[in-house]
């Protein structure tokens, strides 16, 4: 008699960033004929959040779902990130976690967590005895970091070196090292600890990342040098988009885009955007403006405002002026709204991303072959960015960083690296697209870890 097909739970917390690869992760599993479970905090933290998970699932009506209420927490809290306050709240009631998956038919046969919550999870799902997955959203360096970090942090010594060493992985500069890492007993920190002394209680973890991209790296973690009692790093990436009508996305934007990039030379566009969650100061986008103006690219630029969702109500006329926006009408567009990324980076004219290097957004660069101007500001990009270059997928000014503007000139510089940059950046961008797709292929390296993990 033939097995039933796995039952997988999926736990992501919150952010885009840790949402969009747990939904990818429930299309792909449920399109190899797994039972998908989606386990989804509620309320979300930002509006983009609720409207994903509900179009998804309206799109994806096999995958069943689950909402775990979450008990906002008082305002007493010291914690101001509304992110980290969400991970705060979830992590106070994943007691409801068990429960849940002990009524749910057929039987769950293992679960996979967000690394933010990945400590309290394992023990509240303990007594289920299933196997249970991390799926990490990061680079495997800044993971391999994550993993180090209880050694690292035990001798402030390691953190004095210009380059912190990890053994197997290339260094890091110390100036990539989020500065929080830095500061003893920070709330952040404790936490990552937490979450990293529980990754020997899993199974594996799976990671949005892909063995061509990070070879070294990955084989350190999974040869056991970064850490003592580590399972298997499973490598799953590039998680392929979604496609669904996403409610938030305007679509009259979304069509002007993709009419204009239709109408554009193959590889003339320059497309930028900082993630769902970096507003940059309004004399950051000066910059950025004048950079775009003077130079001659062709441009789609996402313009964020504010932290959470879209809710601004500022005109773009209000803070770039009509000046420059008649100036660039007919050559770049300047759009606040979300749009669906991945068609714009899949798109033939589109020759270069300048990126904050959210690593959803690197993985996907690289599925679409698309070279980088790294420009990461905070958390794990700047680990990220260093993982790019030495990818080949795209260029860094490490000067450039969230502490000081940069320049109009400088931009014009870097982003002409990638845009002018001739066969050779575009050589290796291409040779980074074809290995993401072998991963990805029948009996790829990606491919062949679903296997290991769920069947
Ligand atoms: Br903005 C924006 N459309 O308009 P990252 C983002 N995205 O599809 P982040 C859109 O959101 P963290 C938009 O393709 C990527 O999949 C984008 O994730 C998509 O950065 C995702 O790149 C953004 O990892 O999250 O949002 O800063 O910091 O948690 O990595």
């Known amino acids: ?24 992760l429930a299309a792909t599993l449920n399109s190899h004929g797994c039972h998908v479970t989606l386990i989804t905090a509620e309320p979300t933290v930002s509006i983009s959040e609720s409207d994903h998970i509900s179009t998804f699932l309206r799109f994806n009506p096999k995958i069943n779902h689950q909402s775990l209420q979450v008990q906002p927490l008082d305002s007493s809290t010291d914690i101001s990130d509304p992110f980290f306050k969400q991970f705060e709240a979830i992590r106070r009631s994943l007691h409801l976690v068990t429960p849940m998956l002990k009524s749910t038919s057929p039987p769950v046969t293992s679960i996979v967590t967000d690394i933010t919550v990945s400590a309290s999870m ?19 360096k800044f993971f391999s970091l994550v993993c180090r970090l209880p050694v690292l942090i035990s001798d402030p010594v390691n953190f004095e070196a210009e380059k912190i060493q990890i053994p197997g992985v290339a260094p890091i500069a110390k100036s990539s090292i989020p500065p929080p890492f830095l500061i003893p007993g920070h709330f952040f920190v404790k936490e990552l600890l937490a979450n990293a002394t529980s990754f020997p209680k899993f199974k594996g973890i799976l990671i949005n990342s892909f063995t061509e991209f ?56 320059i497309y930028l955007s900082f993630g769902s969650r970096t ?77 904050h290097c959210g690593w959803n957004s690197i993985m996907e660069a690289a599925e679409w072959g698309v070279p980088v101007v790294a420009w990461p500001l905070f958390g794990d990009q700047r680990v990220n960015a260093e993982v790019v270059v030495d990818a080949g997928l795209g260029v860094w000014d490490r000067s450039w960083s969230g502490q000081r503007v940069v320049e109009a000139e400088e931009i014009v510089k870097k982003v002409a ?23 990805v292929g029948d009996g790829g390296s990606s491919d062949a870890s679903y296997v290991k993990a769920f069947f």
């Not at 441009?299 to 008649?326: A, C, H, M, P, Y």
């Not at 690296?417 to 991963?439: F, Q, S, T």
């Open 417 to 439: 690296e990638v845009m002018d940059g001739g066969e050779m950046i575009m050589r290796r961008a291409e040779l980074v697209r074809v290995e993401a797709m072998r991963a």
């Open 122 to 140: 394992a023990e509240a799902v303990s007594e289920l005895n299933i196997p249970s997955y991390v799926l990490c959203t990061t680079s495997a």
């Open 279 to 355: 507003a940059l100061p309004v004399d950051q986008i000066t910059e950025i403006a004048k950079a775009l103006e003077i130079c001659s690219y062709r441009f789609v630029w996402i313009l964020k405002l504010s932290k959470v969702d879209k809710e601004d109500r500022e005109d773009l006329v209000d803070i770039l002026g009509q000046t420059f926006l008649n100036k660039v009408k007919n050559r770049g567009i300047v759009i606040k709204e979300w749009v669906d990324q991945e068609k714009i980076l899949s798109h033939s004219a589109t020759g270069g991303f300048v990126s």
């Open 1 to 24: 008699s033939s097995t039933p097909p796995p039952h997988v739970a999926l736990f992501p917390s919150a952010g885009m960033g840790h949402l969009l690869p747990f939904l990818r």
């Open 214 to 269: 990070e070879p070294q790296t990955l084989k350190a973690l999974n040869d056991g040098k970064v850490m003592h009692g580590l399972p298997p790093v499973l490598p799953i990436g590039p998680l392929p988009a979604v496609d669904y009508p996403i409610k938030e996305v305007n679509e009259e934007s979304q069509c002007r885009i993709l009419q204009w990039l239709d109408t554009q030379p193959n590889r003339s566009v």
